[in-house]
């Protein structure tokens, strides 16, 4: 029994890791939809997806995300909810929601 107490904290623990250490938000990487149509998930440290796009055009001209110049990245997100700006970067320790691996980690630093 007390193994398994063990092992069930450990899971819990191993799951509770924020796939951003430090940031608010994570972008997922491009998902194609098919017919041209792409989506990227926004998601909060809990892997919820808390925004998002879905396009068939550039995602850097649709005002949700500022991209920077090649190699192209994600490097600002505005909550199309709140109208607050994150800046974007990547992460060496950013983590995945499922299968959607974590391209940039975003944080509003008060500006």
């Known amino acids: 029994m007390k193994f398994t107490s063990i092992v069930s904290i450990a899971l819990l623990a191993a799951s509770a890791n924020a796939i951003c250490p430090g940031f608010n938000f994570g972008i997922g990487n491009q998902m194609s939809l098919g017919s041209g149509i792409n989506r ?3 998601y909060d440290d809990s892997c919820n997806v808390v925004d998002g ?6 995602p850097c001209d649709e005002g949700i995300f500022g991209c920077s110049p090649p190699p192209v990245i994600f490097n600002r997100y505005t909550s199309t909810f709140t109208g607050l700006v994150y800046a974007c970067r990547t992460d060496p320790n950013s983590g ?16």
């Open 40 to 42: 990227w998930d926004v």
């Open 53 to 58: 796009l879905t396009t068939n055009q550039n």
């Open 96 to 111: 995945t929601c499922g299968s959607d691996v974590i391209s940039v980690c975003c944080r509003n630093d008060g500006n």
